[in-house]
């Protein structure tokens, strides 16, 4: 974490952060300090411990994270530490299944070259040019502050790092710690382990807000949603795509499916993956990973990215388009893939009449 991410952080709810630095190290990109060991505190006393450069932000990160407590077990002693129990057990029924199966994906597939079959470059033409009706130029990111929420394997980091003027990328799972081993060497990447339910970042606080095969996963994609829409300024921009909804018979089919792959451990599901790769054939994945074209490693990760998590929502074209507008979002660009839009905001909008 770089000194001027303090600029966009607040509490969890809301509410100011001090920063107490135990650990720095020189970032020879960036030539200056990066704070790698370090807590932060609430007004209200909850306590985020910064480990691994990341800021871990979550009702659970100093029990996720008890090493560190006991690295620095006398620098805490002087700070009230208290665990609301209530919290952390509301935050792990809502949130572990789907937490868990996403940790096991990015350690298996997250420091791949590839991402759902797609490498660097190529990952970047599919989110900025094949899926929308008018491609992004990079020059439009020039001088912009970039959040992606819900950054998972990091590689949109890679991305985004020489086009824009700061990249903030968040993410609920350890996985937040395969975007830091990609994202390490870059200039002007800040990363934190987070919920969109919850989140830590400071409104109307960002120029281009991303989220892609996201917040279908949240336990309120809704929710999730409004709160991403209220971090851009003022004439600032959000990109979302959510999961589409299909017909009956793909829906019940879905379903049905699911009910058993989301029970299933998740390397069993991995392992029979591979056994399920003639699939694509007929359905073909959202991501550009095709049978001929991919590994059959790479062809598993979409199979198990679409079976393995409990939540996943499906959403109409309609739909997203009403909650940006509601949203105080004008300028709406549908996406040529269904359910996905780029829209500017124009206005603010009371939390409590976007209700």
């Not at 502050?145 to 968040?170: A, N, T």
């Not at 699911?258 to 591979?274: G, Q």
Request: glycine share 8%; proline share 5%.
């Amino acid at each position: 974490m770089f000194q001027n991410l303090m600029n966009y952080l607040q509490a969890p709810g809301g509410g100011r952060l001090r920063l107490i630095i135990f650990k720095e190290k020189y970032h020879k990109a960036r030539r200056e300090m990066e704070i790698i060991e370090s807590i932060l505190i609430a007004d209200d006393g909850r306590v985020f411990p910064i480990v691994n450069g990341i800021p871990r932000m979550l009702p659970t990160s100093l029990v996720d994270n008890i090493r560190f407590c006991e690295k620095y077990s006398d620098e805490l002693k002087e700070y009230n530490i208290s665990f609301s129990s209530q919290d952390i057990e509301r935050f792990k029924k809502a949130n572990d299944q789907v937490k868990s199966r996403f940790e096991f994906q990015w350690r298996t597939w997250g420091r791949a070259k590839r991402i759902y079959g797609m490498d660097q470059n190529e990952y970047k033409v599919h989110i900025y040019e094949h899926r929308l009706q008018k491609p992004i130029p990079d020059e439009f990111f020039r001088g912009k502050v970039y959040f992606e929420g819900g950054c998972g394997h990091g590689m949109v980091s890679q991305i985004m790092s020489p086009l824009c003027k700061e990249y903030i990328g968040l993410d609920i799972g350890v996985g937040i710690d395969i975007a830091r081993w990609r994202s390490r060497k870059l200039p002007n990447v800040n990363l934190i382990q987070g919920d969109i339910l919850d989140l830590p970042i400071k409104e109307k606080s960002m120029d281009f807000v991303f989220s892609t095969g996201v917040i279908h996963h949240t336990p309120d994609t809704l929710q999730a949603f409004r709160n991403l829409a209220r971090l851009p300024k003022i004439g600032g921009h959000l990109m979302v795509w959510v999961y589409p909804k299909g017909g009956f018979w793909w829906e019940y089919t879905n379903r049905f499916a699911r009910f058993f792959t989301t029970r299933m451990p998740p390397k069993l599901l991995y392992l029979a993956s591979y056994a399920m790769i003639p699939i694509l054939y007929v359905v073909p994945a959202y991501a550009e990973n095709r049978p001929g074209k991919n590994s059959a490693k790479e062809l598993t990760q979409s199979i198990y990215d679409w079976l393995s998590p409990a939540i996943q929502t499906h959403h109409t074209p309609q739909e997203l388009a009403r909650w940006f507008r509601k949203a105080g979002y004008g300028n709406i660009e549908q996406m040529v893939v269904k359910t996905g839009a780029i829209a500017q905001r124009l206005r603010c909008v009371d939390s409590a009449l976007n209700s």
